[in-house]
Protein backbone atom coordinates (compact mmCIF):
# COMPACT_ATOMS: atom_id res chain seq x y z
CA UNK A 1 0.00 0.00 0.00
CA UNK A 2 1.35 3.38 -0.80
CA UNK A 3 -0.08 6.21 0.98
CA UNK A 4 -0.87 9.87 -1.18
CA UNK A 5 -1.26 12.79 1.49
CA UNK A 6 -3.88 15.43 0.52
CA UNK A 7 -3.63 18.98 2.65
CA UNK A 8 -6.35 21.88 1.86
CA UNK A 9 -4.49 23.85 -1.21
CA UNK A 10 -2.42 20.58 -2.81
CA UNK A 11 -1.40 20.84 -5.66
CA UNK A 12 -3.96 18.73 -8.02
CA UNK A 13 -2.04 17.81 -11.10
CA UNK A 14 0.71 16.25 -9.16
CA UNK A 15 -1.53 14.41 -6.28
CA UNK A 16 -3.96 12.79 -9.23
CA UNK A 17 -1.31 12.02 -11.39
CA UNK A 18 0.34 10.04 -8.87
CA UNK A 19 -2.49 8.66 -7.80
CA UNK A 20 -4.06 7.79 -11.50
CA UNK A 21 -0.45 6.46 -13.03
CA UNK A 22 0.12 4.32 -9.72
CA UNK A 23 -3.02 2.68 -10.06
CA UNK A 24 -2.56 1.84 -13.56
CA UNK A 25 0.41 0.11 -12.58
CA UNK A 26 -1.28 -2.18 -10.26
CA UNK A 27 -0.31 -0.75 -7.30
CA UNK A 28 -2.40 0.28 -4.60
CA UNK A 29 -2.55 3.28 -3.34
CA UNK A 30 -5.36 5.26 -0.88
CA UNK A 31 -5.08 9.26 -0.87
CA UNK A 32 -4.95 9.84 3.21
CA UNK A 33 -6.61 13.29 4.29
CA UNK A 34 -4.44 15.09 6.88
CA UNK A 35 -7.75 17.43 7.34
CA UNK A 36 -10.91 16.42 9.82
CA UNK A 37 -12.65 15.72 6.89
CA UNK A 38 -12.13 13.45 4.09
CA UNK A 39 -13.30 16.06 1.59
CA UNK A 40 -10.11 17.64 0.65
CA UNK A 41 -9.83 21.04 -1.26
CA UNK A 42 -6.96 21.54 -3.97
CA UNK A 43 -5.14 25.17 -4.84
CA UNK A 44 -7.54 25.66 -7.89
CA UNK A 45 -10.52 24.24 -6.12
CA UNK A 46 -11.35 21.07 -6.80
CA UNK A 47 -12.79 18.75 -3.71
CA UNK A 48 -11.44 15.35 -3.57
CA UNK A 49 -12.74 12.92 -1.27
CA UNK A 50 -10.04 11.08 0.35
CA UNK A 51 -10.24 7.22 0.51
CA UNK A 52 -9.29 7.80 4.38
CA UNK A 53 -8.43 9.88 7.23
CA UNK A 54 -4.81 10.29 8.74
CA UNK A 55 -5.85 8.21 11.55
CA UNK A 56 -6.72 5.13 10.06
CA UNK A 57 -3.63 4.86 8.29
CA UNK A 58 -1.78 1.56 8.91
CA UNK A 59 2.01 2.79 8.68
CA UNK A 60 3.65 -0.38 9.11
CA UNK A 61 2.36 -2.27 6.46
CA UNK A 62 2.97 1.12 3.97
CA UNK A 63 5.19 0.57 1.42
CA UNK A 64 5.60 4.16 0.46
CA UNK A 65 4.70 8.10 1.50
CA UNK A 66 3.78 10.23 -0.99
CA UNK A 67 3.85 14.30 -0.60
CA UNK A 68 2.44 16.23 -3.64
CA UNK A 69 3.04 20.35 -3.49
CA UNK A 70 1.37 23.09 -3.73
CA UNK A 71 -0.09 25.82 -1.39
CA UNK A 72 -0.94 26.21 1.12
CA UNK A 73 -1.16 22.58 1.06
CA UNK A 74 2.71 22.03 1.56
CA UNK A 75 2.63 24.76 4.80
CA UNK A 76 -0.63 22.03 5.70
CA UNK A 77 1.70 19.19 5.32
CA UNK A 78 4.45 20.78 7.24
CA UNK A 79 2.41 21.96 10.37
CA UNK A 80 0.64 18.46 11.10
CA UNK A 81 2.31 17.39 14.12
CA UNK A 82 1.33 13.45 13.80
CA UNK A 83 2.69 13.54 9.88
CA UNK A 84 5.75 14.92 10.74
CA UNK A 85 6.39 12.04 13.25
CA UNK A 86 5.05 9.57 10.99
CA UNK A 87 7.50 10.54 8.45
CA UNK A 88 10.38 10.55 10.63
CA UNK A 89 9.36 6.86 11.92
CA UNK A 90 9.11 5.62 8.54
CA UNK A 91 12.41 7.13 6.88
CA UNK A 92 14.28 5.95 10.29
CA UNK A 93 13.43 2.26 8.86
CA UNK A 94 14.59 2.98 5.53
CA UNK A 95 11.00 2.98 3.88
CA UNK A 96 10.78 5.17 0.89
CA UNK A 97 9.36 8.90 1.09
CA UNK A 98 8.42 11.20 -2.59
CA UNK A 99 7.47 15.12 -2.71
CA UNK A 100 7.01 17.01 -5.85
CA UNK A 101 7.08 20.29 -6.08
CA UNK A 102 6.93 22.45 -2.30
CA UNK A 103 6.76 19.46 -0.75
CA UNK A 104 10.51 18.41 -0.21
CA UNK A 105 10.05 21.82 2.18
CA UNK A 106 8.66 18.83 4.55
CA UNK A 107 11.45 16.41 4.54
CA UNK A 108 13.69 19.33 4.86
CA UNK A 109 11.88 21.03 8.11
CA UNK A 110 11.81 17.11 9.33
CA UNK A 111 15.85 16.86 8.89
CA UNK A 112 15.12 14.20 6.33
CA UNK A 113 17.15 14.97 3.54
CA UNK A 114 20.65 15.66 5.14
CA UNK A 115 22.73 14.22 3.08
CA UNK A 116 20.61 13.51 0.55
CA UNK A 117 20.36 15.08 -3.27
CA UNK A 118 17.06 16.57 -3.56
CA UNK A 119 15.07 19.37 -6.09
CA UNK A 120 12.36 21.30 -5.10
CA UNK A 121 10.26 24.14 -7.33
CA UNK A 122 12.57 26.66 -8.50
CA UNK A 123 13.62 29.38 -5.90
CA UNK A 124 12.73 27.41 -2.78
CA UNK A 125 15.87 25.34 -2.83
CA UNK A 126 17.22 27.35 0.75
CA UNK A 127 14.10 24.78 1.69
CA UNK A 128 16.72 21.48 1.14
CA UNK A 129 17.68 21.52 4.57
CA UNK A 130 20.89 19.54 4.39
CA UNK A 131 20.60 18.28 0.77
CA UNK A 132 22.74 19.05 -1.99
CA UNK A 133 20.24 20.63 -4.47
CA UNK A 134 19.90 18.94 -8.08
CA UNK A 135 18.54 20.69 -10.98
CA UNK A 136 16.90 17.70 -12.35
CA UNK A 137 13.38 17.00 -12.71
CA UNK A 138 13.14 14.08 -10.98
CA UNK A 139 15.97 13.09 -8.31
CA UNK A 140 16.26 9.30 -6.70
CA UNK A 141 18.38 9.00 -3.27
CA UNK A 142 18.37 5.96 -1.64
CA UNK A 143 15.11 6.54 -0.03
CA UNK A 144 13.96 9.87 -0.91
CA UNK A 145 12.55 11.25 -3.83
CA UNK A 146 12.17 14.54 -5.19
CA UNK A 147 10.47 16.42 -8.20
CA UNK A 148 10.34 19.78 -9.13
CA UNK A 149 6.45 20.57 -9.87
CA UNK A 150 3.50 20.10 -12.28
CA UNK A 151 5.41 19.66 -15.15
CA UNK A 152 7.16 16.84 -13.50
CA UNK A 153 4.23 14.89 -12.59
CA UNK A 154 4.16 12.07 -14.75
CA UNK A 155 8.36 11.59 -14.53
CA UNK A 156 7.82 11.79 -10.52
CA UNK A 157 4.67 9.05 -11.16
CA UNK A 158 7.06 7.33 -13.33
CA UNK A 159 10.15 7.03 -11.61
CA UNK A 160 8.06 5.93 -8.57
CA UNK A 161 6.33 3.29 -10.27
CA UNK A 162 10.17 2.28 -11.17
CA UNK A 163 10.96 2.64 -8.13
CA UNK A 164 8.00 0.12 -6.34
CA UNK A 165 7.67 -2.25 -9.71
CA UNK A 166 10.91 -2.11 -12.18
CA UNK A 167 11.58 0.08 -15.54
CA UNK A 168 9.57 -2.44 -17.44
CA UNK A 169 6.38 -1.56 -15.69
CA UNK A 170 7.24 2.18 -15.97
CA UNK A 171 7.68 2.03 -19.70
CA UNK A 172 4.33 -0.33 -19.98
CA UNK A 173 2.54 2.61 -17.94
CA UNK A 174 4.48 5.71 -20.38
CA UNK A 175 3.24 3.77 -23.78
CA UNK A 176 0.46 3.12 -22.84
CA UNK A 177 -0.45 6.90 -21.94
CA UNK A 178 1.91 7.51 -25.67
CA UNK A 179 3.97 9.39 -23.12
CA UNK A 180 7.80 9.83 -24.07
CA UNK A 181 10.03 10.54 -20.97
CA UNK A 182 12.95 13.22 -21.06
CA UNK A 183 16.08 11.94 -21.01
CA UNK A 184 18.43 12.34 -18.31
CA UNK A 185 15.82 13.79 -16.04
CA UNK A 186 15.87 11.70 -13.56
CA UNK A 187 18.95 11.21 -11.33
CA UNK A 188 20.36 8.08 -9.50
CA UNK A 189 17.92 5.45 -10.75
Not at 117 to 126: D, R, V
Not at 138 to 157: H, L, Q, R, W
Request: glycine fraction near 10%; aromatic fraction near 6%.
Amino acid sequence: MVYVFLANGFEELEALTVVDLLRRAEIQVKTVSIMEDRLVYGSKGVGVEADILFKAGNYETCQMLILPGGMPGTTNLCNHRDLNEELREFYGKGKPIAAICAAPMVLGRAGLLAGHKATIYQGMEEELAGAQPVDDDVVVSENIITSKGPGTAMDFALTIIEYIKGTQKAEEIAAELLYHRVQGAVSNL
